[in-house]
């Protein structure tokens, strides 16, 4: 009699208590962690990066400065500025140029000179035929001394914003050109 009472009290009854854990809970814990921990590293730099432009703050945008007002006239006159830039890591700096002018009030205004039809670049009074005007030579298209479209090209020139700054004139982004409008 004795041997069997021994043999029933030996032998645990029921699931383990709860201070102790499973070796299968253990291993559901572990793996559960581990493939969590694999999967936020996965998928938080593609949030991130969805994330990303919203986060920058826009800027009110950058003035460069061109030229000097004193050198502006009622003709429109060609200046050549650099713009730095930065696109990641690369740093550079693109040289762009813009078409200068004062209008009968006194006002300067910058028109862009890339062509609105295909993007070639327009010159002042290049073409004998069509004297005072803005011209490009890939196919052809016409602006007026405005930056208004007379034949070919789909739209006026775009302009660049413009600040008076002391002697000097800076230049802002691209915009589309309101100058035209006082032509009409």
């Known amino acids: 009699m004795s041997s069997h009472n021994n043999e029933h009290e030996s032998i645990p009854q029921g699931p383990p208590s709860l201070k102790e854990m499973s070796r299968r809970q253990f291993l559901t814990y572990t793996l559960g962690g581990a493939t969590a921990f694999m999967g936020a590293g996965a998928i938080l730099p593609m949030i991130r990066f969805a994330v990303d432009p919203v986060l920058h703050k826009k800027g009110a945008g950058e003035f460069i400065k061109v030229a000097e007002t004193?050198?502006?006239?009622?003709?429109?006159?060609?200046?050549?500025?650099?713009?730095?830039?930065q696109d990641g890591w690369y740093a550079s700096?693109?040289?762009?140029?813009a078409w200068i002018r004062k209008d009968e009030n006194g006002e300067i205004y910058a028109l862009s000179p890339i062509c609105k039809h295909l993007g070639c670049t327009v010159g002042w009074n290049n073409d004998k035929a069509y004297p005072d005007e803005y011209h490009c030579p890939c196919h052809g298209a016409r602006y007026t001394k405005l930056?208004?479209?007379l034949a070919v090209a789909p739209k006026p020139l775009d302009q660049y914003?413009?600040?008076?700054?002391?002697?000097?004139?800076?230049?802002g982004e691209i915009v589309p050109n309101t100058e035209v409008k006082k032509e009409a």
Do not use: C, M, R, S
Request: net charge negative.
């Open 147 to 149: 930056g208004k479209n």
């Open 93 to 97: 700096t693109a040289t762009l140029t």
């Open 161 to 171: 914003k413009t600040k008076i700054d002391g002697d000097w004139v800076y230049l």
């Open 70 to 85: 004193a050198k502006i006239t009622d003709v429109p006159q060609e200046f050549t500025f650099e713009l730095p830039q």
